[in-house]
């Protein structure tokens, strides 16, 4: 856990310094789409070789009943995080509403392997220190690929960083269980994403544009709750009018005009999950 939080601090560094230096007339939110082809080359192979067959072994020998158990356990523990995000966010009814769910699952579940709170209808959120940093304002800043955890921005990167830093699986003593969680919570993350990649592999024709469109389009949907403000693109080119048009009023009647809405897929939700960007969770 700890040398992927040194990977992912590398990264970010070399992100840094590499955005500095690059230019080009590409998407302007991926100005270092050279060095995050190659990271997601890098990725997509590693997937390939190992996250994929160890994840449709998992599926296929585990009974979902036992894979349910470890999907809630380690949710269990994501409520922790999720909670204090709120509280960092202003959102105090939601943060308290995740440490009680935490409280129900873990005495009523045991440890988080049943979520009771669900079927009494207490709803799940997901925060993250990544959404908060968005939530106090600080832009996302250039789209970045991280190995192995895959899509992200700098802003998340730093966010990611947190949340493996304060992650208590990382904490436990002994180093053969500690590792059996860190590679049992990937491998049940992969599981529940055979099938999105499927559908990523189906659907794309360039799979790493794709997924960075709905990326983007969904970390900015949920630093907004769901409601994220439009945003203005550089001026286009105006529309010719007719010889004999009459001008337009001089008077700007407050319209909405340029505006940015990035290319994404309509499923989005299901097809970013194929790339692992979130098998951080805590």
């Given at each position: 856990m700890r040398h992927t939080l040194l990977a992912v601090l590398a990264a970010l560094a070399a992100a840094l310094q590499a955005g500095c230096a690059t230019t080009g007339e590409g998407d302007p939110r991926d100005p270092l789409e050279p060095m995050n082809r190659a990271v997601y080359r890098f990725n997509d192979a590693v997937d390939e070789a190992v996250a994929k067959p160890v994840a449709t072994a998992y599926r296929d020998v585990v009974p979902a009943p036992v894979?349910?158990?470890?999907?809630?356990?380690?949710?269990?523990?994501?409520?922790?995080?999720?909670?204090?995000?709120?509280?960092?966010?202003?959102?105090?009814?939601?943060?308290?509403?995740?440490?009680?769910?935490?409280?129900?699952?873990?005495?009523m579940g045991p440890l988080g392997i049943n979520d009771w709170a669900s079927e009494m209808g207490i709803e799940k959120h997901n925060e993250d220190f990544g959404q908060t940093f968005g939530w106090w304002g600080a832009g996302p800043g250039p789209y970045l690929v991280l190995p192995i955890l895959g899509s992200s921005t700098v802003r998340d990167g730093v966010g990611t960083a947190l949340d493996m830093y304060t992650d208590p699986v990382g904490d436990v003593d002994s180093v053969r269980l500690r590792n059996s969680m860190v590679v049992t919570r990937l491998v049940g993350v992969r599981a529940d994403l055979l099938d999105a990649s499927r559908l990523l592999e189906e659907a794309a024709l360039d799979r790493y544009t794709f997924q960075r469109d709905a990326y983007l389009q969904r970390r900015r949907s949920l630093v907004h709750d769901g409601s994220p403000p439009r945003e203005r693109l550089e001026e286009e080119e105006p529309a010719r009018e007719p010889v004999n048009a009459p001008k337009p009023s001089s008077v700007y009647d407050g319209g909405d005009k340029n505006t940015y809405l990035p290319r994404v897929p309509a499923n989005y939700e299901a097809v970013l999950a194929a790339g692992a960007s979130h098998a951080k969770t805590p």
């Open positions: 894979r349910g158990y470890v999907r809630n356990f380690f949710g269990n523990i994501a409520d922790v995080f999720i909670g204090a995000n709120n509280l960092l966010q202003g959102k105090v009814s939601d943060g308290l509403l995740d440490w009680f769910r935490v409280v129900v699952n873990t005495v």
